[in-house]
């Protein structure tokens, strides 16, 4: 430092020093703004990093409350799972019990069916002996009737002729009456 400073009574030469001094002093302002451009610039970064870790905090916080959901969900899932799985091995057992109650049900109701047709069967015989029966006692009536009818129809015709040969004769009597007379 001492270099460059020329000599003077009583030491070195004031202007020089002077001279120095604010030499020193102005790279030592110029350096200092650059460092405080810096120190504000890195306090800028560093307040935008803050920022940024906070954001992150405020989204890892939010991760976790949805983890949490996610992870009771998961719970709520696992349970429902089980349970699941307790009511499909139920609704089988319930399902093997149906299905052999249905095939009993469906023995004894075929069995029933088969009474029942064996009964319709004997019904349906019956029935049919009973048509045959009417329809020949109404072919035997129908018949009669017809005969019947040819009779009553002869019968009329009869009376018919009669009543005529009555008339006439009843007019020859008159007549024979009136002329005896």
């Known amino acids: ?13 004031c202007n020089d020093v002077i001279e120095y001094v604010k030499k020193t002093h102005t790279e ?9 451009l810096k120190i504000k610039n890195l306090q800028k970064e560093i307040e935008e990093k803050n920022n ?5 905090d405020e989204k890892i916080k939010e991760t976790e ?5 996610y992870r009771q969900k998961e ?5 429902i799972s089980e349970n699941i799985g307790k009511l499909y091995i139920v609704s089988q057992a319930n399902a093997k019990a149906i299905t052999e109650t249905a095939e ?4 004894l109701a075929e069995e029933e069916i088969n009474k029942n047709l064996a009964a319709l069967k004997s019904a349906h015989e019956k029935l049919t002996s009973i048509i045959k ?8 009536f129908t018949d ?3 005969s019947l009818s040819g009779e009553l129809d002869n019968t009329i015709n009869a009376i018919v002729e009669n009543n005529e040969k009555c008339g006439e004769k009843v007019a020859e009597k008159e007549k024979i009456l009136s002329n005896a007379e």
Do not use: P
């Open 133 to 140: 029966g009417v329809t020949d006692t109404s072919v035997d």
């Open 28 to 36: 030592f302002s110029e350096k200092e703004e650059e460092l405080n």
């Open 144 to 146: 009669n009737m017809k």
């Open 104 to 107: 009993e049900n469906r023995r």
């Open 1 to 13: 430092m001492a270099e460059g400073f020329r000599k003077a009574f009583l030491g070195f030469n």
């Open 75 to 79: 719970e709520e899932i696992n349970r």
């Open 52 to 56: 940024t870790i906070n954001e992150k």
């Open 65 to 69: 409350k949805a983890l949490d959901v």
